[in-house]
């Protein structure tokens, strides 16, 4: 088997052919039922090349799996195409000579990745890099330095150089910056103030999801919370993290039976709590049907400034699909 390039540049698959498998299925055929997003053409390359094995020995497409057969793949992950500006509207809150601050959309993915090679912020941020290097023949290379899911709104931070980007970066490491969210929770918690714990890590039954783990089996995670108002079996809630995971708000919530409302991953986008009848089903229908993504906004971030030292803080407004929301919930659930 081919072995020149690194194993970051392989996707890895392992398979055992379960012992009540009918003869018959060719290698290219089965393997293609199982690995997402694989063309029988790509399958077929990759078993032509020798990046697949079948008990150990390079096989052919045509041959025909048996019970037992055990199958390793290693299928070569194309170069991802080249982000390019694209010209988009940004709502930016703040920017001086070293950083950008962001207000991001809640459809809005962050970085170009399989699916959305095109249209995300970084997209429309080296538009706005190539403009700025225009006017003061300086080279602006934006720099993401921290991350929201595409379904979260809210406050981003850009360095504009390399230096910043460091700092800042750090800050994220050493947990030197103060953020909040805001969340609309199905449920009341218990107490007004509150912090949830809990490792969280891949979900055992589906990959794509991240839940909360036993301890030492996924990443340390703190959660802090306060309660802004109270609605009919929901919750507006302020959000400090102590730390920072894949989803951890959204996990950490819906372990507690606390589901973000609107999330269609975590269970939030179905009525919870109270009845489902009449004009309250209908009402959350239309919640539903406007808002398509969770109610979780990043309301502000602060940090020491890289340049002079002052600590400084922005302020994000809530965008129209989330105020929606809650203009609803107050004038139907209090």
Same mark, same amino acid.
């Given at each position: 088997?081919?072995?020149?390039?690194?194993?970051?540049?392989?996707?890895?698959?392992? *398979?055992?052919?379960?012992?009540?498998?009918?003869?018959?299925?060719?290698?290219?055929?089965?393997?293609?039922?199982?690995?997402?997003?694989?063309?029988?053409?790509?399958?077929?390359?990759?078993?032509?090349?020798?990046?697949?094995?079948?008990?150990?020995?390079?096989?052919?497409?045509?041959?025909?799996?048996?019970?037992?057969?055990?199958?390793?793949?290693?299928?070569?992950?194309?170069?991802?195409?080249?982000?390019?500006?694209?010209?988009?509207?940004?709502?930016?809150?703040?920017?001086?000579?070293?950083?950008?601050?962001?207000?991001?959309?809640?459809?809005?993915?962050?970085?170009?990745?399989?699916?959305?090679?095109?249209?995300?912020?970084?997209?429309?941020?080296?538009?706005?890099?190539?403009?700025?290097?225009?006017?003061?023949?300086?080279?602006?290379?934006?720099?993401?330095?921290?991350?929201?899911?595409?379904?979260?709104?809210?406050?981003?931070?850009?360095?504009?150089?390399?230096?910043?980007?460091?700092?800042? $970066?750090?800050? *994220?490491?050493?947990?030197?910056?103060?953020?909040?969210?805001?969340?609309?929770?199905?449920?009341?918690?218990? #107490?007004?103030?509150?912090?949830?714990?809990?490792?969280?890590?891949?979900?055992?039954?589906?990959?794509?999801?991240?839940?909360?783990?036993?301890?030492?089996?996924?990443?340390?995670?703190?959660?802090?919370?306060?309660? /802004?108002?109270?609605?009919?079996? /929901?919750?507006?809630?302020?959000?400090?993290?102590?730390?920072?995971?894949?989803?951890?708000?959204?996990?950490?919530?819906?372990?507690? #039976?606390?589901?973000?409302?609107?999330?269609?991953?975590?269970?939030?986008?179905?009525?919870?709590?109270?009845?489902?009848?009449?004009?309250?089903?209908?009402? *959350?229908? #239309?919640?539903?049907? $406007?808002?398509?993504?969770?109610?979780?906004?990043?309301?502000? /971030?602060?940090?020491?400034?890289?340049?002079?030292?002052?600590?400084?803080?922005?302020?994000?407004?809530?965008?129209?699909?989330?105020?929606?929301?809650?203009?609803?919930?107050?004038?139907?659930?209090?």
């Amino acid at each position: 088997m081919p072995d020149d390039r690194k194993p970051k540049d392989f996707t890895e698959y392992h *398979f055992e052919v379960p012992e009540g498998h009918t003869s018959g299925v060719r290698l290219d055929k089965y393997i293609t039922q199982f690995v997402q997003n694989a063309s029988r053409t790509k399958v077929q390359k990759a078993i032509e090349d020798g990046y697949v094995t079948v008990n150990g020995e390079i096989e052919k497409s045509s041959y025909n799996m048996q019970p037992d057969d055990v199958i390793d793949i290693r299928l070569p992950i194309p170069p991802p195409p080249e982000a390019k500006p694209e010209e988009m509207e940004l709502d930016i809150v703040y920017e001086d000579e070293d950083l950008i601050i962001v207000n991001k959309s809640g459809d809005r993915v962050v970085h170009p990745a399989y699916g959305n090679w095109t249209g995300t912020l970084v997209n429309g941020l080296m538009w706005h890099a190539d403009q700025l290097s225009k006017e003061d023949e300086d080279t602006v290379r934006p720099g993401i330095v921290h991350r929201l899911d595409k379904d979260t709104s809210g406050i981003l931070v850009v360095a504009k150089n390399d230096e910043t980007h460091r700092m800042l $970066s750090k800050y *994220f490491q050493t947990k030197d910056i103060e953020r909040t969210y805001w969340a609309i929770i199905w449920g009341t918690p218990e #107490n007004k103030k509150g912090t949830i714990t809990g490792d969280i890590g891949r979900n055992p039954r589906d990959r794509k999801l991240m839940a909360v783990v036993p301890d030492g089996k996924g990443k340390h995670a703190v959660t802090h919370y306060k309660v /802004l108002e109270y609605f009919d079996h /929901l919750t507006l809630v302020e959000i400090k993290l102590e730390t920072g995971r894949t989803h951890q708000i959204r996990v950490h919530f819906a372990n507690e #039976n606390h589901w973000v409302l609107g999330d269609t991953k975590y269970g939030g986008d179905s009525v919870r709590y109270g009845s489902n009848t009449g004009s309250r089903r209908q009402m *959350f229908n #239309n919640l539903f049907a $406007s808002m398509e993504r969770q109610c979780l906004h990043a309301k502000t /971030l602060g940090f020491e400034h890289p340049r002079t030292g002052e600590f400084v803080e922005f302020d994000s407004h809530l965008p129209p699909d989330f105020k929606h929301v809650l203009e609803t919930l107050r004038a139907n659930c209090k």
